[in-house]
Each structure stands twice: as structure tokens, then as C-alpha cells.
């Protein structure tokens, strides 16, 4: 490596005048390339080097309780260093069973916390512990991350206050691609936050087993060298008055002076840096996955994840019908038939059907639940309904109790719009009571922080700019305002990392950058129709919607065959390319059966796929390009069967906001 782009250790520990000798605890990854160093002599930092390069500096770890400040003047007592390998059987996931291998440092510590340090061959973590018997008042947390220099990052900003409150969002950012120096002082940042190195590598700053804590966000401060990022923590709400989008929302009008109260020897999150070397390993991470909590259900049989033919996106606009459509119960039997037709598991019935402050009261005398659930009962359907969290809430037991007993199968429930410490509570007591009901909830407003793992019946989370978002995007002269392609080939590399996504794919009506225009009533897409098909399988979502509607399905139903056959859990996945922001391809299996797809941004491009990298003999495949004219036309699309073998290579043509998938046999 070039002197210019690397700084040793020592090197830069000599620089910040810090001593290397009897204060340095070092964990290193099972392959040894990675190292995370804790040292204690002025404060407690942690350091992350990658062979011989920093990754992180010097980075200070603080927390402040009603008894002192922790991190300042803190020695460490003891160190025990540990190996872990296990193999954890997942439930929704992108591969049926994780491998966990890491090496644990434990240190005891002076004053109320002991700290653990893990390093994977992909990333170092850490996480606080109190050591306290009884409860302790966190006033504030305020870890750094230190890089050591003025990197380009990609900063998912909070761009929607709800309510006009500083940590009331919905957690869906575009990112903003700049350097760390650029980063608005006035405004924070959600996680995960990739920072990019030099010689292609990547540093994602993110957390992990949020439970009964606050989530955190990251800024920068021009008080702080440029190079590093300061978080921080929304204090727990006092007074909470019904506002937001709709009143829809509970936004805090009063925050208390601390952020959360820890119970006895509580654990907090998990301080994550994953460290690649080629973006397809952030595909590939399951660290994420294997510092989450464990699984707390003893039976995991009555989940049953799937696909949802969904109303809302599409506007309930079906045709060709002898009945009016809209919300009302011809039309969601008209649903029911459609997903019975196609094998797919579920409908959602989408906002409009109860009352906003009494969820066991119906709002539409058009709209009958009970006759729903009947009617899908017989086909095999099964009836997810739409809530606000603050509707659900207030009588939680009786509300599942209820629909349970009517035969819903879930919940989606919407408008969370905050992660501090009552609403994290809140999501735990969900998912707890939501499974001893056995139903699926789908948490909206919300991005996954560990809580699938612990309760798998939480099947899906938005936290990401989804399709909806072209119902309004807005246009210049050059025309829409936001690169969705460009980020529909980010978030597999970021926002998915710490769970799966309500991205609500599937438009039929599919625009080049010209031809496209929001519109709220008849929604299209950005891009082409099989860059819509491919996100079925690059996107992992155990609840996967069809957001078009019936009839534009049925009118190009050779499209729906094939997403219709897309599982939504695998047995295995193996990125084959990609670079984040431009292009992805990955393939899964379930089964014996493979789904490849691969998506690109605005830019065409042609790819090469090795089929040897997950084919061991001859199959049927089924796929589905661009056509020639995708990019005049991007309906345009060409399918093909042929029999493959692993010796071939296939070249991919993606035209602009282009996909390619198949399915082999």
C-alpha cells in the first residue's frame, strides 16, 4: 500500500501522544486480519485496524448515569479473552442456519460498566454492561467513531421531523454521498452510515440488539475534528400529544433529562463497525444477525412467511369488474382471488377500515373483516390488517385477543416514527404478545435494530424509501429530483445489513428517467419492469407485497409467474457482484432451486455471471432481461428457457435502471 493512504498504529498513537504499553487489550478476527485495541489511559478509546491499517482511530467510548461518568478515569481490572463458534438455525432469514464465529474480549472495568469487545473477519463490535444490582439512570451516551481522514461517506439524514420534533422520523432516508467534513452540523443521521477508505474498503457504522434503549444517530460537530462522527440519543418522552402525519402519531411535546433507565445488569446495544474489502461482503454479513438477541419463541412452526398482494401503492384501481372498486369487501375478495389464483399467501387490508381511536370499531360500513377472513379462509388467504401503533397500543391484549379469535393472521402497524426508549419497550411488548397470539407483525415507521431475531413473527419492517415514493416524487427540468435507481443499488449494501425492508416492489408501470412522473392516483416506477422483477430476490423481506395492482397483474401475468414463484426466505445466498451505488447481483437458493438477479443504477452496463459459483450440474433456466428498447420503452423485457451448465458464463445487458433475473431448475 502507498505510504499516503495508511497510517500505522503506532504511528498514530504516538501522534495523539497515547501510551501502547500495559493499556493496550487487543481482540483479534478468527482469520486475523481484523483488531480491535482498547486502551485505558486518559479514557477508555477503542481503536480498529485491518492488517496494518486503522480503520477506526482512537475513538472514545462515554456514558454519563446519575453517579459519574464512565470512559474518564475508568481502568480496566481484568481482561478474559474467548473464542465462540456455533451454528444458530434461523427461522426468516437469507440462509437457513448462521455461523457465529468470532473472538470475545471481556473486560471488567472500574466504575458501573464492563465492556466487551468482539472481532469477526468482517467487523468489531462492542457493547457496555452495567454492572449495577438495582436500576441506573443513563443521562447520555456519547461514543465517537474517529476516521483518519476526510472520507466520502454515504449519510442517511433525518429529512422529516414528524410533528416538527428533532427524533421524530419515519427512518427513510436517500444518501447523501459527500465527505465527512461536509456533513451538515444541523442535521443528524440514521445507521447504518458506510464510510469509504481507501483501495475499495468500507467501514458501516451501526448498532445492533437495541432492547429497552434508545436507538442512535450520528452527526457531526463543528466543535470535533471533521473526520469524526459524535451520536447521539432521543431522552425518554414525559408528554406526548396525538400529531404528526394525519394525527397519526404520538410526538413528544416534553422529553425527560435522561435517555433511559437500565435494569439490573442490563446490556446495551451493540457499537458495530463492519470492515470490507469488496462491497459484495456487506451482501454476505450475518454479523449483524449473530449479535442480535436470541430467539425467545420455543416454537417457530406456526410462521409462515410469504407474499402479500397489497391495496394502497396501486390505489384499489382494478377494472374490468362488474362491482365499484375501492375500500370495501367486493374488492378485497377481488384480492383474495387474485393472490388464491397466483399462490400467494396473504392480502393486507390497508388503512380505512377502523376507527383511528378504537381499533375493535369498524369505520366503513362497506367493509366487512369477519367475511374477509371467511373468504380467504376457503381459498387459503390469509387477512393481514393495517394499524396505527398508537391505535394498537391502548388496549394491546384485548385488540390481539380479538382478531385472533375473528382469524387475522397479523398485523401491519404503522407510524412508530421514533426509537427512543418507549418505543423500543413498546416493540418488544408487540412482538412478545403478538406471538403468544400467533400473528405476524410488520413494523412501519421503524428500521430493524434485532428484534427479528429475538421474535422471528416480526416479519418485516419499512425504515426505507419504498416504492410509495414515486407516487409523489417531484420533477425539475431534468427530470425526478431523487436517483431512486441509484438508491434501489444502495440499500442491499446498507439499509438491509441490519434486517429486511418493506420496499413494496412490483410496478407494472415501469417510466425511463423522461417518460417519468409522480402520480399519486395511477403510480409508476423508475426504471425497467425487470428491474421491479429482480428486487423479489435481491430484497429480503420474509413479508413480501406486490404493490401494482390485480389487474395490471393480470395483464402481464408471464411477469407474475415469476415473482409469484420467488420464495421470501432461503436456504442459502452468495453475492456474485456488485459495487454500492451502481450495481448488485446475488443468488439464492431454496431448496434445490436458484434465484439470480442482478439491478444497476441510471448507468447501462453489461455484467458477466460465473455460473460455477453456485451451479454443480445442469439446469433449466428461466429468465427474464431487458428488451432492446428498455431504454425507450422500460416495459420492454425478453424471457427466455434454456438448459445451462456450470462451465457457462452468462452477459448481463442492463439497460439504465436496469435488472436481469431467473429462476433455475
Not at 45 to 64: H, N
Not at 75 to 99: C, F, H, L, M, N
Not at 375 to 389: A, C, F, H, P, Q
Amino acid at each position: 500500500m502507498k505510504f499516503s493512504k495508511v497510517i500505522s498504529l503506532s504511528a498514530l498513537l504516538l501522534l495523539s501522544s497515547m501510551s501502547v504499553q500495559a493499556k493496550d487489550y487487543v481482540v483479534t478476527s478468527p482469520d486475523g486480519h481484523l483488531k480491535a485495541v482498547v486502551n485505558d489511559d486518559a479514557k477508555v478509546s477503542w481503536t480498529i485496524m485491518r492488517d496494518e491499517q486503522v480503520v477506526l482511530a482512537p475513538s472514545a467510548i462515554r456514558i454519563q448515569t446519575t453517579t459519574g461518568r464512565w470512559g474518564e478515569k475508568t481502568r480496566v481490572q481484568k481482561a478474559r479473552q474467548r473464542s465462540i463458534s456455533e451454528t444458530i438455525p434461523t427461522v426468516t432469514y437469507k440462509r437457513a442456519e448462521v455461523k457465529n464465529e468470532c473472538n470475545e474480549l471481556s473486560l471488567d472495568c472500574s466504575g458501573e460498566f464492563n465492556l466487551i469487545v468482539r472481532a469477526y473477519n468482517d467487523g468489531c463490535a462492542y457493547r457496555l454492561v452495567s454492572k449495577s444490582n438495582k436500576t441506573l439512570r443513563v443521562i447520555k451516551e456519547s461514543p465517537e467513531f474517529a476516521f483518519t481522514a476526510d472520507y466520502q461517506a454515504f449519510v442517511p439524514y433525518i429529512n422529516d421531523n414528524r410533528g416538527g420534533e428533532r427524533y421524530c422520523y419515519s427512518f427513510e432516508s436517500y444518501y447523501d454521498e459527500q465527505k465527512l467534513s461536509a456533513m451538515y452540523n444541523d442535521s443528524i443521521a440514521i445507521t447504518p452510515l458506510a464510510v469509504c477508505l481507501p483501495d475499495g474498503m468500507k467501514a458501516v457504522v451501526m448498532e445492533t440488539s437495541v432492547e429497552d434503549y434508545p436507538g442512535m444517530f450520528l452527526y457531526r460537530n463543528e466543535s470535533s475534528p471533521a473526520n469524526t462522527l459524535q451520536t447521539d440519543f432521543a431522552p425518554l418522552p414525559t408528554e406526548t400529544v396525538i400529531g404528526g402525519f394525519d394525527r397519526l402519531n404520538l410526538v413528544p411535546v416534553k422529553r425527560a433529562d435522561y435517555i433511559a433507565d437500565l435494569q439490573k445488569k442490563q446490556a446495551l446495544p451493540w457499537r458495530l463497525v463492519l470492515v470490507t474489502t469488496a462491497d459484495t461482503q456487506l451482501l454476505d454479513t450475518d454479523t449483524p444477525y449473530c449479535l442480535a438477541p436470541a430467539c425467545r419463541l420455543t416454537d417457530t412452526s406456526w410462521i409462515k412467511p410469504g407474499k402479500v398482494a397489497w391495496d394502497w401503492w396501486n390505489n384499489w384501481n382494478i377494472s374490468g369488474v362488474d362491482f365499484r372498486a375501492g375500500i370495501n369487501t367486493q374488492t378485497y375478495k377481488h384480492y383474495i382471488d387474485f393472490a388464491h389464483k397466483n399462490g400467494l399467501e396473504y392480502i393486507i387490508v390497508d388503512e380505512g377500515w377502523s376507527d383511528e381511536e378504537d381499533l375493535l370499531k369498524y369505520s366503513n360500513d362497506e367493509l366487512s373483516i369477519p367475511e374477509l377472513v371467511a373468504y380467504g379462509k376457503e381459498r387459503n388467504v390469509g387477512v393481514i390488517l393495517w394499524t396505527s401503533w398508537r391505535n394498537l397500543i391502548k388496549d394491546l391484549d384485548r385488540n390481539m385477543s380479538h382478531y385472533v379469535a375473528e382469524g387475522v393472521k397479523g398485523f401491519k402497524i404503522d407510524f412508530f416514527d421514533r426509537d427512543d426508549y418507549e418505543v423500543i419497550h413498546s416493540t418488544y411488548e408487540i412482538a412478545a404478545a403478538a406471538a403468544e397470539h400467533h400473528l405476524l407483525v410488520d413494523y412501519h415507521g421503524l428500521k430493524p435494530s434485532g428484534i427479528q431475531r429475538a421474535y422471528p413473527n416480526v416479519v418485516n419492517f419499512e425504515g426505507v424509501k419504498g416504492l410509495e415514493n414515486c407516487k409523489w416524487e417531484p420533477r425539475n427540468a431534468n427530470g425526478p429530483v431523487h436517483d431512486m435507481p441509484r438508491y434501489d443499488v444502495s440499500i442491499p449494501y446498507l439499509r438491509m445489513l441490519p434486517g429486511p425492508l418493506d420496499y413494496t416492489p412490483g410496478a407494472m408501470h415501469n417510466a425511463t428517467r423522461d417518460h417519468f412522473f409522480g402520480n399519486n392516483n395511477h403510480p409508476m416506477s423508475m426504471g425497467t419492469r425487470v428491474h421491479q422483477m429482480a428486487m423479489y430476490v435481491i430484497y429480503e423481506a420474509p413479508l413480501q407485497m406486490l404493490a401494482d395492482s390485480p389487474t395490471h397483474y393480470e395483464q402481464n401475468q408471464e411477469c407474475t409467474n415469476f415473482i409469484a414463484a420467488v420464495p421470501t426466505i432461503f436456504d442459502e445466498t452468495i453475492p456474485l457482484c456488485g459495487e454500492m451505488g451502481e450495481y448488485v447481483a446475488i443468488a439464492r437458493r431454496k431448496g434445490n432451486t436458484w434465484y439470480v438477479a442482478a439491478m444497476n443504477n441510471w448507468s447501462p452496463r453489461t455484467l458477466t455471471i460465473d455460473l460455477s459459483k453456485f451451479l454443480t450440474s445442469e439446469m433449466d433456466m428461466d429468465s427474464y432481461a431487458d428488451g432492446i428498447n428498455a431504454d425507450r420503452e422500460a416495459t420492454d423485457y425478453k424471457h427466455q428457457t434454456r438448459k445451462v451448465n456450470p462451465s457457462e458464463t452468462i452477459t448481463l445487458n442492463l439497460a439504465p435502471a436496469g435488472g436481469w433475473c431467473a429462476i433455475f431448475k
